[in-house]
């Protein structure tokens, strides 16, 4: 069974910047993309970025430029590097496998206010 561990979310500032990681479990995390989620409150969960195997991305317009995602196979962990925050990406952000895991992590909050 694969497990997800969020963690790097915050208050900032509009304009700022944040480092997301996500610590997983499980032998496969290296054969598998990879995708960081987000739920912002009354809102479906959407995905913003995802990354392949063997390192290639892509991200939902609302984010392109601003978001990169990576990948450590080795620490079996993905990241999400956010700059220029803006309001609306205020969310619970979480990574999972795509196509997605049953099992979702807590999440980590990202809080973009002034």
């Known amino acids: 069974q694969v497990q997800f561990v969020e963690s790097g979310g915050g208050l900032v500032q509009p304009g700022g910047s944040l480092r997301l990681s996500c610590a997983a479990s499980?032998?496969?995390?290296?054969?598998?993309?990879m995708g960081w989620y987000r739920q912002a409150p009354g809102k479906q969960r959407e995905l913003v970025a995802r990354?392949?195997?063997?390192?290639?991305?892509n991200y939902a317009q609302s984010v392109k430029g601003r978001f990169t995602i990576s990948r450590d196979n080795a620490k079996r962990t993905v990241y999400l590097q956010m700059n220029s925050l803006k309001p609306e990406d205020t969310a619970v952000y979480y990574c999972?496998?795509?196509?997605?895991?049953?099992?979702w992590g807590q999440g980590t909050q990202v809080t973009v206010s002034s």
């Open positions: 999972n496998g795509l196509p997605s895991f049953e099992s």
């Open positions: 499980g032998n496969i995390f290296s054969i598998y993309s």
């Open positions: 990354i392949t195997s063997g390192g290639v991305t």
